[in-house]
């Protein structure tokens, strides 16, 4: 009997110490430690209990038995594990709670994710598909289940499919990379795409998330810039050709006449006057040249810089009190560079031209700034407006707004149109360190 309660005594006192070890490896990791305390207390008395009922088996001590320590000793254990109970239901409604909201930003999370209009792909480091949204899955044409079976190459076409491992590497390199490519839908259909790809940990494990916009239209506005800058290039060199044809010709053309009579003059006087008049055809042919390469490049513009020109072209249009324009020029130094001088102020006369032919407006602002190496056009007046799209499709009263566009997209630059009721707002920023010549 005495061998039996000894065991049973003694797997006791172990499991309580095993119980004592498992709680303070619970104290390590929790947040709420004094529950876990107040718990391994506990368990360190209940062992204390076991001892000293060996020992009195063992007839060593008689602290287990027929005095007040044992009663003590219950009672302390007792309110330590109440204690501890309760302190660790708090915990357990603190997890529930998180569990709670867990629950809740991943049901928004996912109906965000199914519910954006841009297509996102979620890839593993070897490209394959692992997630994907509502928009990708029926721009591809394709369900979420066919496409976590596919590789990302799969959706390439063409030629665009031996880039994949390059933008793969080139993401995993540098974190985060942006390219354009085209893919593919289940029918056959190709469109052109621009993809924003990054590398993102999920559960300490890289992924590369992919966030693809169509970008057809954008396309398409590129061709038809392109075609604007033709145009354009097309339209000045005609206007150039017919200055020098009407303007700059007749007076050279007179001049050899005058040239090839002098050898016919009868006299000294006759001679003197057809020099003197001459001289007279020479001054308005340096004048007519002049004026033509002024229309190339202003001479102001060449000798003291884009803000002084902007100045002088906005005051004389200013004095004839058909309109206001209210000029700030801030931080505009000749250290942008010749080449986009000429494009801002062509750009710049061109809005104003565009306005004193169309808009009926009253009042131009115009807030030309460099700030942090980029040259801000704010442009606005208080006219009637019109339509950026139909302006850019069909041209005609608003070919300007196509050299417009066209000339920041050479740049590089970000164009911003908005009808503001009544007026425009046009905004414009160029990268100076990209573009500086």
Same mark, same amino acid.
């Given at each position: 009997?005495?061998?039996?309660?000894?065991?049973?005594?003694?797997?006791?006192?172990?499991?309580?110490?095993?119980?004592?070890?498992?709680?303070?490896?619970?104290?390590?990791?929790?947040?709420? @430690?004094?529950?876990?305390?107040? +718990?391994?207390?506990?368990?360190?008395?209940?062992?204390?209990?076991?001892?000293?009922?060996?020992?009195?088996?063992? %007839?060593?001590?008689?602290?287990?038995?027929?005095?007040?320590?044992?009663?003590?000793?219950?009672?302390?254990?007792?309110?330590?594990?109440?204690?501890?109970?309760?302190?660790?239901?708090?915990?357990?409604?603190?997890?529930?709670?998180?569990?709670?909201? !867990?629950?809740?930003?991943?049901?928004?999370?996912?109906?965000?994710?199914?519910?954006?209009?841009?297509?996102?792909?979620?890839?593993?480091?070897? *490209?394959?598909?692992?997630?994907?949204?509502?928009?990708?899955?029926?721009?591809?044409?394709?369900?979420?289940?066919?496409?976590?079976?596919?590789?990302?190459?799969?959706?390439?076409? /063409?030629?665009?499919?031996? /880039?994949?491992?390059?933008?793969?590497?080139?993401?995993?390199?540098?974190?985060?990379?942006?390219?354009?490519?085209?893919?593919?839908? !289940?029918?056959?259909?190709?469109?052109?795409?621009?993809?924003?790809?990054?590398?993102?940990?999920?559960?300490?494990?890289?992924?590369?998330?992919?966030?693809?916009?169509?970008?057809?239209?954008?396309?398409?506005?590129? &061709?038809?810039?392109? +075609?604007?800058?033709?145009?354009?290039?097309?339209?000045?060199?005609?206007?150039?050709?017919? #200055? $020098?044809?009407? /303007?700059?010709?007749?007076?050279?053309?007179?001049?050899?006449?005058?040239?090839?009579?002098?050898?016919?003059?009868?006299?000294?006087?006759?001679? #003197?006057?057809?020099?003197?008049?001459?001289?007279?055809?020479?001054?308005?042919?340096?004048?007519?040249?002049?004026?033509?390469?002024?229309?190339?490049?202003?001479?102001?513009?060449?000798?003291?810089?884009?803000?002084?020109? $902007?100045?002088?072209?906005?005051?004389?249009?200013?004095?004839?009190?058909?309109?206001?324009?209210?000029?700030?020029?801030?931080?505009?130094?000749?250290?942008? *560079?010749?080449?986009?001088?000429? $494009?801002?102020?062509?750009?710049?006369?061109?809005?104003?031209?565009?306005?004193?032919?169309?808009?009926?407006?009253?009042?131009?602002?115009?807030?030309?700034?460099?700030?942090?190496?980029?040259?801000?056009?704010?442009? @606005?007046?208080? %006219? +009637?407006?019109?339509?950026?799209?139909?302006?850019?499709?069909? /041209?005609?009263?608003?070919?300007?707004?196509?050299?417009?566009?066209? @000339?920041?997209?050479?740049?590089? *630059?970000?164009?911003?149109?908005?009808?503001?009721?009544?007026?425009?707002?046009?905004?414009?920023?160029?990268?100076?360190?990209?573009? &500086?010549?």
């Amino acid at each position: 009997m005495d061998t039996t309660v000894i065991f049973m005594i003694t797997l006791s006192m172990v499991l309580r110490l095993l119980t004592f070890a498992v709680v303070i490896n619970y104290y390590k990791v929790s947040r709420l @430690r004094t529950a876990w305390l107040l +718990i391994a207390a506990a368990m360190v008395l209940l062992s204390l209990e076991n001892l000293f009922q060996l020992l009195a088996l063992r %007839g060593i001590s008689q602290l287990a038995s027929g005095s007040v320590v044992p009663h003590a000793a219950g009672l302390t254990v007792s309110v330590l594990m109440l204690t501890g109970t309760v302190l660790i239901n708090t915990i357990l409604k603190r997890l529930d709670t998180v569990e709670r909201t !867990k629950k809740s930003v991943e049901k928004n999370f996912q109906m965000l994710f199914d519910t954006t209009s841009d297509q996102i792909l979620l890839l593993d480091t070897n *490209g394959k598909i692992v997630e994907a949204n509502h928009a990708v899955c029926q721009r591809l044409e394709l369900s979420r289940n066919q496409l976590l079976s596919l590789h990302f190459a799969d959706l390439k076409s /063409g030629p665009h499919v031996e /880039g994949v491992l390059d933008h793969i590497n080139r993401i995993q390199n540098g974190s985060y990379y942006i390219f354009e490519t085209e893919l593919r839908s !289940k029918t056959g259909q190709r469109f052109p795409v621009e993809i924003n790809c990054s590398l993102i940990d999920i559960e300490a494990k890289p992924y590369i998330a992919c966030v693809a916009r169509t970008i057809a239209e954008r396309k398409e506005l590129d &061709k038809k810039v392109r +075609i604007a800058i033709i145009e354009t290039e097309e339209t000045e060199r005609r206007r150039f050709a017919k #200055e $020098i044809h009407d /303007g700059l010709g007749p007076l050279l053309s007179t001049i050899k006449l005058y040239v090839n009579e002098l050898d016919g003059a009868k006299n000294t006087h006759e001679k #003197e006057e057809s020099i003197l008049f001459i001289n007279k055809l020479v001054d308005e042919a340096v004048d007519s040249a002049r004026n033509i390469a002024n229309n190339i490049t202003p001479q102001l513009l060449t000798d003291y810089g884009l803000t002084k020109a $902007i100045v002088h072209f906005t005051d004389a249009i200013n004095a004839t009190n058909l309109l206001q324009i209210k000029v700030r020029c801030s931080n505009i130094d000749r250290q942008i *560079g010749p080449t986009l001088e000429l $494009i801002f102020y062509r750009i710049i006369t061109e809005l104003i031209n565009n306005t004193i032919k169309h808009a009926n407006a009253n009042i131009i602002t115009i807030d030309f700034r460099l700030s942090d190496h980029k040259l801000l056009l704010d442009y @606005r007046d208080d %006219g +009637i407006g019109f339509d950026l799209q139909q302006a850019i499709e069909k /041209g005609d009263n608003h070919m300007g707004v196509k050299n417009i566009i066209s @000339r920041v997209r050479s740049m590089n *630059g970000t164009f911003n149109f908005q009808n503001t009721n009544p007026g425009i707002h046009i905004y414009i920023a160029v990268d100076t360190l990209a573009r &500086k010549t």
